[in-house]
């Protein structure tokens, strides 16, 4: 009877120190957000806080993402074009046909739905406006040569 009582007392020890070995264990100590983010325990899980700039579960994916591809463009200053929309660093965007001026432009991702494109010379013209994306449209309100324009861009 010893023994089994020995044998009983080892069994609950030894379950006994792992559970409390996995009640100590870290969630965010493999640092699950990467570099982009900050992992805060939630008891046996986790969550990541994004630095800015970036968003997804484990912070992974820049805002510029959310801008990329080819576009149909109406614009009511009287143009329709297609722009196709690159990442040239995370949260820097090339708009190719900018505005329907068949060169390229940039733009600064400054949230996860909105751009500023700083003025600059396009083809010839002196270009600037904000813009915002609303599920696959980007609606840009800017200015070319002093002239108030809008453009929606929409997602093919």
Do not use: R
């Not at 994004?50 to 992974?60: A, F, H, I, R, S």
């Not at 990329?68 to 090339?94: H, K, P, Q, R, W």
């Amino acid at each position: 009877m010893k023994k089994i009582g020995s044998f009983l007392t080892v069994v609950l020890f030894a379950f006994g120190t792992m559970a409390i070995i996995q009640s100590c264990s870290n969630p965010c100590k493999d640092e699950p957000c990467g570099a982009n983010g900050t992992c805060v325990e939630n008891g046996k899980d986790y969550t990541c806080t994004c630095k800015t700039g970036y968003q997804g579960d484990l912070c992974d994916s820049p805002w510029s993402d959310n801008f990329l591809g080819t576009f149909s463009a109406d614009d009511t200053c009287g143009f329709l074009y297609e722009s196709v929309i690159t990442s040239t660093a995370d949260n820097v965007l090339s708009v190719g046909n900018l505005f329907g001026l068949a060169a390229s432009g940039s733009a600064d991702v400054i949230s996860a739905s909105d751009i500023q494109i700083a003025s600059q010379t396009v083809n010839g013209y002196v270009v600037s406006g904000t813009g915002s994306l609303t599920g696959s449209v980007i609606t840009i309100d800017y200015k070319i040569d002093g002239d108030d324009c809008q453009v929606a861009y929409t997602k093919k």
